[in-house]
């Protein structure tokens, strides 16, 4: 099969890959483009073959332009050329990526709202450990003044109090 002459067929009919083409969801309307362009390729294996190698045509591109895609501060490395990006230049329109879903601003409004509780949080810890000193020094004082006085423990056992 002439891969140039499929990508050729492909481009004259957008239903095969423009989403946005009325036509696209309809499966029986594409099949039938399919078998059309099977029979003016006068392909063997039919139309399953020929959607199967389209199929595998595209992926390869997009997997070409991911890889020449880079993030911020990377280098690119080398990525050759693929011997069919010159004539598949028209689904480049259709084949932006999708938006995603994420939670990362949804995270960062939670760890604001973290922020704000811890803040709380430590000066609840700053109050409580005020009180703590504040109570020790108090039993400290009262030790300090049981000891000067001549205290004498209550006696608890019969002995003990004979003792005494």
Known sequence: MDV???IEEVRRYPVLYDLSNNKYKNNEYRERVWKKI???LQVEGGP????TKWIHIRDQFRRILKKRKTTTGM?????RKYKYEDILQFILPQM????TLSNVS?????????????????QESDTLLA???????TIENAERNASNDSFIPE???QKEKDFC
């Open 4 to 6: 140039e002459k499929l």
């Open 38 to 40: 099977a029979e003016d």
């Open 48 to 51: 399953i073959t020929c959607k």
């Open 75 to 79: 280098a690119a490395g080398p990525v």
């Open 96 to 99: 932006s990526e999708r938006e």
């Open 106 to 122: 949804q995270l960062q409004d939670e760890d604001a709202e973290g922020d704000e509780d811890d803040i709380e949080e430590t």
């Open 131 to 137: 009180e703590n000193d504040e109570l020790e020094k």
């Open 155 to 157: 006696a608890h056992t």
